[in-house]
């Protein structure tokens, strides 16, 4: 299922949504590590101006139907959710996978790409990069380790 997921998404979903929404840089992590109830996907899309940001804001005002119906397709809609983050880039090293956690991790084999405090929470998002799947090691709820897509 989440074979047929990804490939969706990547295939028919990211290319539609690059040719109706306007963002600097959208990206997507499936997630290898999934366990019921987690969310499959991280996607991050990035805004090189607060008005490129409010443009995108005002065509989902009335959300564009071709995009609604896809999603429905093939998503939960009623779960996805979002963060708004300050950002605190650390690296701009492209890395084939990315790992997601609440806390801070020290291993030698990920690379911190940003520190991502969430506005109006008191939460953190930690990013790291991996060259290597070493989604076996993070089998818990608290860490994300995703292939990733940009």
């Known amino acids: ?5 990804v490939e969706h998404y990547e295939n028919s979903h990211a290319p ?8 600097s840089h959208y ?6 590590n999934l366990s019921t109830g987690d969310p499959s996907c991280i996607s991050i899309f990035k805004y090189s101006s607060e008005e490129l940001l409010k443009k995108t804001q005002k065509i989902l005002q009335d959300y564009p ?5 896809d999603e429905l397709k093939f998503m939960d809609f ?7 983050v300050y950002e605190k880039i650390s690296s701009l090293k492209k890395f084939k996978y990315k790992v997601f956690s609440k806390n ?10 940003s520190v991502n405090k ?7 998002i ?13 089998n818990t709820k608290s860490v994300y380790f995703c292939k990733n897509y940009s």
């Open 104 to 113: 801070e991790i020290h291993n030698d084999q990920l690379h911190e790409i």
């Open 65 to 69: 139907k071709e995009l609604k119906e």
């Open 126 to 138: 930690f990013e790291y990069g991996s060259e290597l799947d070493l989604s076996a090691q993070y």
């Open 1 to 5: 299922m989440q074979d047929q997921f």
């Open 27 to 32: 990206e997507r992590n499936h997630i290898l």
């Open 78 to 84: 009623d779960k996805n959710y979002y963060h708004f």
């Open 16 to 23: 539609l949504a690059r040719s109706i929404l306007e963002f």
């Open 118 to 124: 969430i506005i109006d929470q008191e939460s953190t």
